[in-house]
C-alpha cells in the first residue's frame, strides 16, 4: 500500500496550482473608492451603476437589470419581482446557500 504524500509519499498532483492571473488590484480599489466618493453603491439608479444596467440588460437582452450589494438582496429582490408574498411557498433544495431561502423573510 501506498504512503499517501501528506505523510512522506509520492505527490500524485505535481502542477503549479497558484494564480496565474492577478488582480489589478489598484485600479480596483481607485473604481470601489470613487463610487463611494460620488454616493453610487448599488441599485443608486444613476451614474455608473445604471450604466452598467443598462449595458448588460443589453447584452445578455432581457427587460430589466438591477445591480444589488450582495446575493442575498438580489435574492430578496428576485422574490418580489416574482410576485412572492407572505402565505406563498417556496421551494428550495434541502442543503444550499443559506440566502436562497432567508431571502424569503423579507417578503
Avoid at 489598484?26 to 460620488?38: M, P
Avoid at 438580489?74 to 419581482?81: D, P, W
Amino acid at each position: 500500500m501506498a504512503t499517501l504524500a501528506i505523510l512522506g509519499g509520492k505527490k500524485e498532483v505535481t502542477i503549479d496550482n497558484r494564480e496565474q492571473w492577478k488582480r489589478p488590484v489598484a485600479r480596483e480599489k481607485k473604481a470601489v473608492g470613487a463610487l463611494i466618493d460620488q454616493g453610487y453603491l448599488s441599485g443608486a439608479g444613476h451614474g455608473l451603476p445604471r450604466q452598467f444596467e443598462e449595458e448588460f440588460r443589453e447584452y445578455i437582452g432581457c427587460k430589466y437589470v438591477l445591480t444589488t450589494s450582495h446575493g442575498y438582496l438580489a435574492l430578496a429582490s428576485a422574490f418580489f419581482a416574482a410576485g412572492l408574498g407572505r402565505g406563498d411557498e417556496l421551494i428550495h433544495p434541502a442543503i444550499g446557500y443559506l440566502g436562497s431561502y432567508a431571502g424569503a423573510s423579507v417578503i
